[in-house]
């Protein structure tokens, strides 16, 4: 399932953090801190703080996602069994048992949609704190500004996309099967 790192429980799911994970962290958030030095020309200290809470919000949003998909998918009856976070980028993925019977469209579509919907409310959480850093700007703005767009261009609006991979191939499919196109 996992060659992760069992890192704890939320909602009854385990979440594992993989050996990516760690490394991805230090290599984003230097890469945040670098970009802010010199493309957004901050100075190092705040940049590095900045990239770091940068690589932080990053981490927390792909992990709520996938809790909003725990949530939906326990609602529907057929719950996941963990969370992984891992990869260079701190991609998280969805865990479900691997011998799950065919299961009616319906269900497919509410287990995508939960992660989009709690993406979209971080995004909707975090519009107001940006707009009202941006008069000071710096860092926490820079931040702020990145995780509303982050969530709400990324995690939210890929639902509707197919990519083979994401929530909007899991959507788009079950629409397909649904509508016979
Ligand atoms: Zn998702």
């Not at 010199?38 to 940068?54: D, H, K």
């Not at 996602?65 to 326990?74: Q, Y």
């Given at each position: 399932?996992?060659?992760?790192?069992?890192?704890?429980?939320?909602?009854?799911?385990?979440?594992?953090?993989?050996?990516?994970?760690?490394?991805?962290?230090?290599?984003?958030?230097?890469?945040?801190?670098?970009?802010?030095?010199?493309?957004?020309?901050?100075?190092?200290?705040?940049?590095?703080?900045?990239?770091?809470?940068?690589?932080?919000?990053?981490?927390?949003?792909?992990?709520?996602?996938?809790?909003?998909?725990?949530?939906?998918?326990?609602?529907?009856?057929?719950?996941?069994?963990?969370?992984?976070?891992?990869?260079?980028?701190?991609?998280?993925?969805?865990?479900?048992?691997?011998d799950e019977p065919a299961l009616p469209s319906g269900v497919h579509v509410r287990r995508a949609l939960g992660g989009p919907l709690v993406s979209l409310l971080i995004a909707a959480l975090l519009l107001p704190v940006a707009l009202a850093l941006r008069p000071t700007g710096g860092a926490p703005f820079y931040v702020a500004a990145f995780g509303a767009g982050l969530n709400f261009f990324v995690y939210t609006l890929q639902a509707l996309v197919p990519l083979g991979f994401n929530d909007g191939a899991v959507i788009w499919r079950a629409v397909r099967e649904r509508f016979r196109i």
């Open positions: 399932m996992t060659n992760g790192i069992r890192a704890g429980r939320v909602l009854g799911v385990p979440v594992f953090l993989e050996r990516g994970f760690f490394i991805g962290f230090v290599l984003f958030s230097a890469a945040f801190a670098w970009f802010g030095a010199t493309t957004l020309g901050l100075p190092p200290g705040e940049a590095i703080v900045g990239g770091l809470a940068a690589e932080t919000l990053l981490w927390l949003s792909e992990f709520l996602h996938n809790v909003g998909h725990a949530i939906a998918a326990r609602r529907t009856g057929w719950p996941m069994i963990g969370i992984s976070l891992g990869l260079m980028l701190a991609l998280g993925r969805s865990i479900y048992p691997a």
